[in-house]
């Protein structure tokens, strides 16, 4: 995943605390076949929860915001992420490389297995991810049979994606930035997939990517990219693609940025990398900038992971 990937933010939280959200894919054009709409947007913001590791430590109710927002101004998060990349000898990649093949890589691992020990965030956050999972395996199964179809998983983490879409007969070609990660996808793969094709794992971040493929996946990559550096990997991921791009990132709204900053209050061991949003429209203007368009959306919220799906073709 180039900056690794299919990984979710460290920093999880949602806009609602109702279970009964579930994921939601809309097609913005006649022409697409239309997607079942499994759940209405939430009505309005609820009271904000942090939490760490399992452990909650503010909840703040609507009526605080603006209160909580101008506290959260006086802070200075990124002073811990620059000791963290001094400490790497790097910048934002290498943190996040070292992360993921070290005590990242236990805590993901976890996260996208099905050991029962994980804690309650840790479990919301690998629905969460399952059910983005699931949403990406539609939109790929809508356009017909995936057998033969090459497909590029760009930050493939534990092989979430790329284990089932081999399932199906895809030719897949999958990578991340952390060989913890790959070495983990690999065994996955010989344990499940006896007698198919094997997808091809390789330890590449996102900027390391070549080839063409009929269709190419990102999830949940994004987030570890500032937006002047995400627009020229969406564009270089666009590069790579045929005939189709399906993205996840975490949505910037002044909401959710506010939740983001709560939790960099509270940095404990599984919040050791930076967590990037990003508008909606700015990932769009990215897209028609190389000629793309948004063909299909779509949003994946529990409690404390969220997450826009955006299904990209050419013009």
């Keep these: 995943m180039a900056l690794s990937a299919s990984l979710s933010s460290s920093i999880c939280f949602h806009p609602t605390s109702n279970p009964?959200?579930?994921?939601?894919?809309?097609?913005?054009?006649?022409?697409?076949?239309?997607?079942?709409?499994?759940?209405?947007?939430?009505?309005?913001?609820?009271?904000?929860?942090a939490d760490v590791d399992g452990t909650t430590i503010a909840v703040i109710g609507g009526g605080s915001v603006a209160a909580l927002a101008a506290a959260l101004s006086l802070t200075d998060p990124e002073r811990r992420r620059k000791l963290q990349a001094e400490e790497v000898g790097g910048g934002d990649k290498e943190v996040v490389r070292e992360y993921f093949n070290n005590s990242g890589f236990q805590r993901w691992k976890k996260i996208y297995g099905e050991t029962?020990?994980?804690?309650?965030?840790?479990?919301?956050?690998?629905?969460?991810?399952?059910?983005?999972?699931?949403?990406?395996?539609?939109?790929?199964?809508?356009?017909?049979?995936?057998?033969?179809?090459?497909v590029c998983d760009a930050g493939c983490g534990t092989g979430s994606l790329s284990i089932p879409l081999a399932k199906e007969g895809a030719i897949v070609s999958?990578?991340?930035?952390?060989?913890?990660m790959v070495a983990e996808a690999e065994k996955k793969a010989r344990e499940e997939l006896p007698g198919s094709v094997m997808p091809k794992f390789e330890v590449k971040d996102l900027e390391s990517l070549d080839g063409k493929y009929n269709t190419v996946v990102c999830l949940d990559v994004l987030i570890h990219y500032?937006?002047?550096?995400?627009?020229?990997?969406?564009?270089?991921?666009?590069?790579?693609?045929?005939?189709?791009l399906i993205?996840?990132?975490?949505?910037?709204?002044?909401?959710?940025?506010?939740?983001?900053?709560?939790?960099?209050?509270?940095?404990?061991p599984s919040k050791a990398t930076r967590a990037y949003l990003h508008a909606e429209a700015d990932v769009e203007r990215a897209l028609r900038k190389v000629g793309w368009k948004i063909n299909k959306r779509g949003i994946v919220t529990t409690q404390f992971y969220f997450s826009r799906l955006v299904e990209a073709v050419p013009v």
């Design 174 to 180: 999958a990578s991340d930035i952390s060989a913890a």
């Design 226 to 244: 500032p937006q002047n550096k995400a627009d020229g990997m969406i564009g270089h991921l666009a590069s790579l693609a045929e005939k189709r």
């Design 116 to 150: 029962d020990d994980v804690n309650r965030v840790q479990k919301d956050i690998r629905l969460g991810h399952s059910k983005t999972v699931e949403n990406v395996l539609k939109m790929l199964a809508d356009d017909g049979p995936l057998s033969g179809v090459t």
């Design 20 to 49: 009964r959200f579930s994921p939601k894919l809309t097609p913005t054009t006649t022409t697409s076949r239309p997607l079942r709409l499994l759940a209405p947007p939430p009505a309005a913001i609820p009271p904000l929860a």
């Design 247 to 268: 993205l996840s990132f975490a949505p910037k709204t002044f909401y959710y940025d506010l939740l983001k900053r709560v939790g960099e209050l509270f940095p404990g």
